[in-house]
């Protein structure tokens, strides 16, 4: 549905983002707005059970079961009333739909429509409209009043999290206590009396922690930063294992077979492999792509990825460290931290789309068997605004 849009959702997702709005997209073909009917797709229809609004799994077929919400049309300088009807129609499998009431009147076929649900209710935006886009920053805007709604304050946890590190911090440099690229992480939660384990779950009483060395010359922090490990859905995908991955895709470097290598939707990689969203599937595809022809290998659902980061990032620490190192050690001054919370999982697979978001495969060879070290989601630390809104820098200099 989303393919034939004629803004494409990654180039302004970003302006709902820093504001902290949760959006998802859809976008009406010639068909859809004269038949009145468009497909809920699997992120609209997350959205509106993370919100509260509307359970499709539960909704019985037919128009007897429909449901009505109420809505808005958000245009730059006024509101207008509308309503959602939500339904799964007799015929064939009860596939999920909605309709806007009056929708012909507000969008062309084709345009990006954002929905906002907030309040038991569907705020609606043309984000094909660049008028409309812009009004998000004048507060006396419909766009602006809806943004100062998703205003937060830090938290206890947050602010006692902060103390210690800012003690940490008046220590200066702190040798690394393991060798090598994990260093950074597991000095700073060994300091902040952390135990290492392998549980999903935040590392300090709810606030994900995540340790990142910056550039000494630039002040900037030049690596991507993991947001979650994910395996592939093995026993749906082409290739049914790390092994397998490996024996397919591998290449050898210094007498081993490994695979490490980074995949994004915009181009492949030296390997020939790329990311393939499919929303409408909900599904997520790393894919061998060979002049004009593609050959999936790996799926994981995209409901499954939001999840993820749901679950991960609530409350995250993104810890900076300046580095030096003396006799061939390291040493870390943890000196700033990027706070943010509520990521706004339906931005995920749009940042996936823009290659914002990346996936790192980091499989080897260990003597008859193979070493998996992850399937790791990541993203650059300036591009954090993009999927947690409003992250708050905190210097924590002496």
Request: hydrophobic letters at 35%; zero cysteines.
């Given at each position: 549905m989303l393919e034939a849009a004629d803004t494409n959702p990654s180039d302004v997702v970003s302006y709902f983002s820093k504001k902290n709005i949760p959006i998802c997209f859809i976008s009406p073909t010639k068909t859809g707005l004269n038949k009145s009917i468009l497909d809920a797709i699997t992120p609209v229809r997350d959205a509106l059970y993370e919100y509260k609004i509307h359970d499709f799994s539960r909704q019985q077929q037919g128009s007897?079961?429909?449901?009505?919400?109420?809505?808005?049309?958000?245009?730059?300088?006024?509101?207008?009333?509308?309503k959602v009807s939500l339904y799964r129609p007799n015929t064939k499998d009860g596939d999920p739909r909605l309709w806007i009431y009056r929708l012909n009147d507000y969008c062309n076929e084709n345009n990006l429509i954002g929905l906002i649900p907030d309040e038991n209710e569907i705020y609606i935006v043309n984000a094909s409209s660049k008028a409309i886009l812009d009004s998000i920053n004048e507060e006396s805007s419909p766009l602006g009043r809806l943004a100062s709604k998703f205003h937060d304050q830090r938290s206890v946890v947050a602010n006692e999290l902060l103390s210690k590190l800012s003690e940490i911090e008046s220590r200066g440099?702190?040798?690394?206590?393991?060798?090598?690229?994990?260093?950074?992480?597991?000095?700073?939660?060994?300091?902040?009396?952390?135990?290492?384990?392998?549980?999903?779950?935040?590392?300090?009483?709810?606030?994900?922690?995540?340790?990142?060395?910056?550039?000494?010359?630039?002040?900037?922090?030049?690596?991507?930063?993991?947001?979650?490990?994910?395996v592939p859905l093995w026993k749906e995908s082409p290739v049914s294992s790390g092994?397998?991955?490996?024996?397919?895709?591998?290449y050898y470097r210094e007498g081993r077979k490994q695979l490490y290598c980074t995949l994004d939707s915009i181009k492949p990689n030296a390997q020939g492999l790329m990311l393939d969203s499919r929303v409408e599937e909900d599904l997520l595809s790393a894919i061998k792509k060979q002049s004009n022809t593609s050959t999936d290998i790996v799926y994981w659902k995209n409901s499954l990825l939001r999840e993820r980061l749901l679950e991960k990032h609530t409350e995250?620490?993104?810890?900076?460290?300046?580095?030096?190192?003396?006799?061939?050690?390291?040493?870390?001054?943890?000196?700033?931290?990027?706070?943010?919370?509520?990521?706004?999982?339906?931005?995920?697979?749009?940042?996936?789309?823009?290659?914002?978001?990346?996936?790192?495969?980091?499989?080897?060879?260990?003597?008859?068997?193979?070493?998996?070290h992850g399937y790791l989601f990541k993203i650059h630390p300036k591009d954090l605004d993009k999927l947690m809104p409003n992250p708050r820098v905190y210097n924590l200099l002496t």
């Open positions: 007897e079961h429909k449901v009505i919400v109420n809505a808005k049309f958000i245009n730059e300088k006024t509101i207008r009333e509308t440099f702190i040798e690394s206590l393991r060798n090598g690229t994990t260093g950074i992480g597991y000095t700073l939660e060994e300091l902040l009396g952390i135990q290492e384990n392998s549980s999903k779950n935040p590392d300090y009483k709810g606030i994900e922690i995540k340790s990142s060395r910056k550039n000494l010359s630039k002040g900037k922090a030049t690596n991507r930063v993991n947001l979650f490990s994910q092994k397998a991955l490996l024996e397919n895709y591998g995250t620490f993104w810890v900076k460290a300046d580095v030096k190192k003396v006799s061939g050690k390291e040493f870390f001054h943890y000196h700033e931290v990027v706070h943010t919370k509520s990521p706004i999982a339906s931005h995920f697979i749009y940042l996936i789309d823009d290659g914002v978001v990346t996936l790192d495969f980091t499989i080897s060879e260990k003597g008859s068997g193979v070493r998996d």
